[in-house]
């Protein structure tokens, strides 16, 4: 069956980072698009980064531009969202999706960027 299994959320200070990896299985995950949305506390669920089957052009959230990095590596099944200077606003739970003409998500991983 399907699973998306998202790792490497927690605790950080503002400033620092944060890497989240989702393995994928149970489909041919470089068939698909994978991205990584986020949603906070009466928030609705928002794109945070999002990157095509073949690992091209990538598209970023405007809040998360030059901070974030989202990458694939289709040996592994795997996508990873690096988070760098990572600010408070950043606190979220953190979902990772696949996407080729139907969507999959992941259970999701807690963010909290606190002091």
């Known amino acids: 069956q399907v699973q998306l299994v998202e790792s490497g959320g927690g605790l950080v200070q503002p400033g620092g980072s944060l890497r989240l990896s989702c393995a994928a299985s149970g489909f041919t995950f470089s068939r698909y698009a994978m991205s990584w949305y986020r949603q906070a506390p009466g928030k609705e669920r928002e794109l945070v980064a999002r990157i095509p089957s073949s690992g091209g052009v990538t598209n970023y959230a405007d809040s998360v531009k030059g901070r974030f990095t989202i990458s694939r590596d289709n040996a592994k099944n795997t996508v990873y969202l690096q988070m760098n200077s990572l600010k408070p606003e950043d606190t979220a739970v953190y979902y990772c999706?696949?996407?080729?003409?139907?969507?999959?998500w992941g259970q999701g991983t807690q963010v909290t960027v606190s002091s």
């Open positions: 999706n696949a996407h080729f003409l139907t969507s999959h």
